[in-house]
Nanobody
Framework: VQLQASGGGLVQAGDSLRLSCAAS????????MAWFRQAPGKGRDFVAA???????TYYEDFAKGRFTISRDGAKRVFLQMNSLKPEDTAVYYC???????????????????WGQGTQVTVSS
């Protein structure tokens, strides 16, 4: 399974963006998935996660009330980001757990498959 993230860009503070993550390859079932982000010079941080069937979600505190994670079956996961702030500037990565756990899962080590990242830049 390969993951392809898209939808990033340069926006102003207060704007919205919708990130997409498309899965390709031999997909046999739904997987728990998540979004992480990495700002320049910092580690990779958890943003939001969704369970294998989409029934459960989990957010980092900074994402609560502004970001929404959703999925479209097995092949696409989205991150709707509203009221963006300059501190949201980062490369955003989608991730999948192919080991079959239900999720949502919030740790980097929970995920074994990663997309290439999409840059989000928020200007003040």
């Amino acid at each position: 399974v390969q993951l392809q993230a898209s939808g990033g860009g340069l926006v102003q503070a207060g704007d919205s963006l919708r990130l997409s993550c498309a899965a390709s390859g031999r997909i046999f079932s739904n997987y728990a998935m998540a979004w992480f982000r990495q700002a320049p010079g910092k580690g990779r941080d958890f943003v939001a996660a969704i369970s294998w069937n989409g029934d459960s979600t989990y957010y980092e505190d900074f994402a609560k009330g502004r970001f929404t994670i959703s999925r479209d079956g097995a092949k696409r996961v989205f991150l709707q980001m509203n009221s963006l702030k300059p501190e949201d500037t980062a490369v955003y990565y989608c991730a999948a757990d192919l080991r079959g756990r239900a999720g949502p899962l919030a740790l980097i080590d929970d995920y074994d498959t990663w997309g290439q990242g999409t840059q989000v830049t928020v200007s003040s």
